[in-house]
């Protein structure tokens, strides 16, 4: 069974992968957490998605190839640019991080926090904000 499981969890992993990010997601929920492979729009757990993630609200962990896009999000985001409109509570790490409320730490090449003061919303390499 568990050999079952993992080749079916593998199977939808590889099509996400090489098909468009945009055309759904595979939620496994868990007793109010679980996995999402493609783009949910909100989901506590962890998720994964190949190119583009457009996510309403995250809690967890989301991983994607190029670019995020949140409402709201807590824990963390990576992508090379994660862009969490409204407010972001944990750790995003990207090439380019962007957030409007920032509740804790942003690991890129460039950082905004929009509630950080002048001189510290755009920092290069980390940025903070607590």
Known sequence: MRKIILLITALCLSLTLTGPS???SLDIPVRGAGLS???SRTFTGLGVSSAVAGVET??????TGAYLKAHYA???TTGAYNHVEDSMTGLQIGLFNRTKNLHGVQIGLLNYAGNNPSGLKWLPGVNAHF
């Open 37 to 39: 492979i493609g783009n």
């Open 58 to 63: 995250l809690q967890g962990a989301l991983i």
């Open 74 to 76: 807590q824990e963390l």
């Open 22 to 24: 945009l055309a759904g």
